[in-house]
């Protein structure tokens, strides 16, 4: 029976009040999504996806495929969504008759123990699952594998893709659900105590965003990282020579300091007239003359590299310098601005005009740059800087 007809018929034997109905009526439609989700999402996934897979892998068909790495802690899921619905019904069985006080011995310790940690878990791995399901599409028995799976009618025409995001528009639909069983709660006290476990779980969703944020920064970074090429310097300067019995005492570069600690703030296209470089500092790892975002996602699948053409800029010792319309039109270079490139004693030893494809592009661009500049310039002063090392002579910011 409906949600509707079920409270409805309780309220005809045990006639509760207006607000206690209300409260039997927010907490049935938790227990009633939660329902939905664990049977026509979770389980799916599970029984379908992941045991028409495994079972494959028992045949030795896709045996290289990584199950983790398409479904992570999904058995755990299940479990915790399982066992928080049993705990739930017990509750409301046959009366509806849930105390405040149950409420939050139920709610507190399941999102508190299990729920968000599992569903935080889960989601750390969901940007990778998208990009291995895809990587893994192009292949013909996998192919097959997921269009036999979505053919199943208990997909109710819902693809791989669909089901796996699941979880995580779950978790965001918690706070909101708890806070409408919150608001029919009688006393402050149970009213604030429902409303700290809404709260706790925005924590955890934020904290969440936080994290995937940093492991998709960190995997951008490193997809670039593995596709730059880092000439030595005697080809990179023709004018430094090296006799071919010394180079072996030049020590090669390596990116793995150049990129550390390294956050992606903007990307996109930029031309940089007459030669193509690669621009790379602590704050801004930018593709310059490439393709926009999709194309060189491709790119990076195929195996694509590119070669550091010159120096990366320091941010310390960089200036921008705008160009206005009526200079851009008697260049001919519209949407343009100039990066420079200054040693320490304030010259300049490098000019670089780079090209936008718009006039809000090159704004967004100049302002990422600026606020880089900015962000160095103040963590240098907040730290304790020694003349005598060579931290002063030279800034390590690139």
């Known amino acids: 029976c409906s949600a509707l007809d079920f409270i409805q018929s309780q309220r005809k034997v045990s006639a509760p009040d207006p607000h206690t109905y209300k409260r039997q009526e927010a907490i049935w439609e938790l227990f009633t999504s939660e329902c ?23 045949r030795n068909c896709l ?9 992570a802690n999904l058995k755990e899921l299940c479990l915790v969504s399982f066992g928080f619905l049993n705990n739930l019904l017990r509750v409301i069985k046959d009366t509806l008759a849930i105390s ?22 889960y989601c750390l791995n969901y940007t990778s699952a998208l990009l291995y399901l895809d990587s893994l599409k192009p292949r013909e028995d996998f192919g097959s594998y997921v269009k036999w799976c979505e053919r ?3 997909c109710r025409r819902l693809q791989l893709r669909d089901l796996l995001v699941a979880p995580l528009q779950r978790l965001t639909r918690y706070p909101l659900l708890l806070r409408n069983i919150a608001k029919r709660l009688q006393t402050e006290e149970e009213v604030a105590g429902l409303q700290s476990v809404a709260d706790q779980v925005d924590t955890a969703i934020c904290d969440l965003e936080g994290k995937v944020k940093w ?24 004018r430094a020579f090296i006799p071919e019995n010394l180079k072996h005492l030049l020590k090669a570069v390596t990116l793995e300091n150049l990129i550390s600690h390294r956050s992606l703030l903007h990307e996109g296209r930029l031309v940089l007239t007459e030669v193509l470089r690669v621009f790379l500092d602590s ?11 999709q194309e060189l996602d491709q790119l990076l699948k195929e195996g694509c590299t590119f070669t550091v053409v010159d ?36 010259q300049c030893i490098g000019a670089f005009i780079l090209q936008a ?19 160095v310039l103040k963590q240098d002063c907040q730290q304790l800087r020694h003349k005598s090392t060579s931290l002063w002579l030279e800034s390590s910011q690139i």
């Not at 670039?224 to 880092?230: K, Q």
């Not at 790892?285 to 975002?293: D, T």
């Not at 705008?322 to 039109?329: H, V």
Request: a negative charge.
């Open 36 to 58: 939905v989700y664990f049977l026509d999402q979770l389980m799916v996934l599970k029984e379908v996806f992941l045991a028409t897979l495994m079972d494959l892998q028992t």
């Open 63 to 71: 045996t290289d495929v990584d199950v983790w790495r398409l479904f």
């Open 100 to 121: 405040e006080e149950v409420c939050m011995s139920i709610f507190g310790q399941v999102f508190k123990e299990s729920i968000c940690h599992c569903l935080q878990t």
């Open 283 to 293: 704050y801004i790892f930018s593709h310059i003359v490439m393709p926009q975002n």
């Open 152 to 154: 199943n009618e208990q």
């Open 357 to 375: 494809p718009s006039e809000t592009a090159k704004r967004a661009w100049m302002s990422k740059i600026e606020d880089a500049v900015t962000a």
């Open 215 to 238: 492991l998709d920064n960190y995997q951008k970074v490193k997809q670039l990282r593995d596709a730059l090429v880092w000439l030595p310097v005697w080809e990179r300067d023709k």
């Open 311 to 346: 120096q990366p800029v320091s941010l310390d010792r960089l200036q921008l310098k705008n160009i206005d319309q009526l200079n851009a039109s008697t260049s001919g270079l519209p949407h343009s601005f100039i990066i420079m490139h200054q040693n320490r004693y304030q």
